[in-house]
């Protein structure tokens, strides 16, 4: 019987300071470097052993890290998940060496023209949100990173907080048991005090554009974006838009066999409503 546990920290590339973008995303990989009891390579190994499957990615709120294990292998994996959010330690050395291998993402993301252009929608359609960049941060501020001990330190405290965490395990659980040994594991965490100050985006008052020119040969690209109502539980919004995009844009949409299949005028077409970007470890 496999099981699975996710960890939802709610901090995103939204709760990053501005010239500090991309922090949420680095620490993605950070996470897996190590503390004194499960240093990386011995946990690293372990998880070989058990045969379990973990890996993480980012979105606009959150970064999220799931591991899929058995299920007699429970108590370790929350004992090991556990150190490693409340004793994470990583020399100056380890963190650029990290923020180097970032570095390399954004390079070879950027090299797509697709990334490239959501990007700059991205850039374009925010002012003051810090929605305004990807999940991977502003070119500067990925260059400058490895610069930024003290302040990943800073973060780390700030944010890597038991307030900032949701715990689910999902499989053939008893929610006692699995209660029992969170609070075995967890239950001497100490809260933090950080409280971050997001800016408000302003209303747009009118259309805004941007042309990306592209260095080599490539098919000319469109993404026309509209703000859509953030999620609610309570609200219908999200479902109708969702609904929306599938009928009017997918593969089994009309205007897709018209202009993709039929007249060819188009080497793809496609709608969603987009939770504000995400990155993988």
């Known amino acids: ?8 920290y709610h901090v995103g590339p939204a709760n990053e300071d501005a010239g500090r973008t991309g922090f949420a995303h680095l620490f993605e990989h950070m996470m897996f470097r190590g503390t004194e ?3 990386a ?9 058990l045969g379990a499957a973990t890996n993480a990615f980012t ?4 970064t999220a890290y799931h591991t899929t294990f058995s299920k007699e292998d429970l108590p370790l994996v929350l004992d090991m998940e556990a150190d490693r959010f409340q004793n994470l330690k990583y020399t100056k050395e380890v963190f650029q060496t990290e923020a180097g291998a970032v570095l390399g993402e954004y390079n070879k993301n950027s090299s797509n ?3 490239k252009l959501g990007e700059v929608v991205r850039d374009t359609a925010f002012d003051r949100s810090t929605y305004k960049h990807t999940t991977m941060g502003f070119l500067a501020d990925v260059q400058n990173m490895p610069n930024q001990y003290d302040y990943s330190l800073r973060f780390f405290e700030q944010y890597y907080k038991p307030e900032y965490v949701t715990i689910v395990v999902a499989g053939d659980v008893k929610p006692k048991d699995v209660r029992a040994l969170v609070d075995k594991s967890w239950g001497a965490w ?7 100050d997001i800016p408000v985006e302003p209303p747009q008052q009118g259309a805004r554009e941007a042309h990306v020119d592209w260095p080599s040969q490539t098919l000319p690209m469109i993404q ?17 838009l969702d609904a929306l995009a599938t009928m009017a844009f997918s593969q089994t949409s009309a205007l897709y066999r018209k202009l993709v299949i039929n007249e060819q005028r188009l080497d793809g077409l496609r709608a969603q409503v ?8």
């Open 1 to 8: 019987m496999l099981f699975r546990s996710n960890l939802w």
């Open 37 to 39: 009891k499960y240093p």
């Open 41 to 49: 390579e011995k946990y690293t190994e372990i998880m070989a052993k």
């Open 59 to 62: 979105s606009g709120d959150l």
């Open 113 to 115: 023209p697709q990334q």
């Open 190 to 196: 100490k809260h933090g005090s950080y409280h971050p």
């Open 224 to 240: 026309i974006a509209f703000k859509a109502p953030a999620y609610s539980d309570t609200t219908k919004d999200n479902v109708a």
């Open 274 to 281: 987009q939770q504000i970007g995400r990155a993988h470890v």
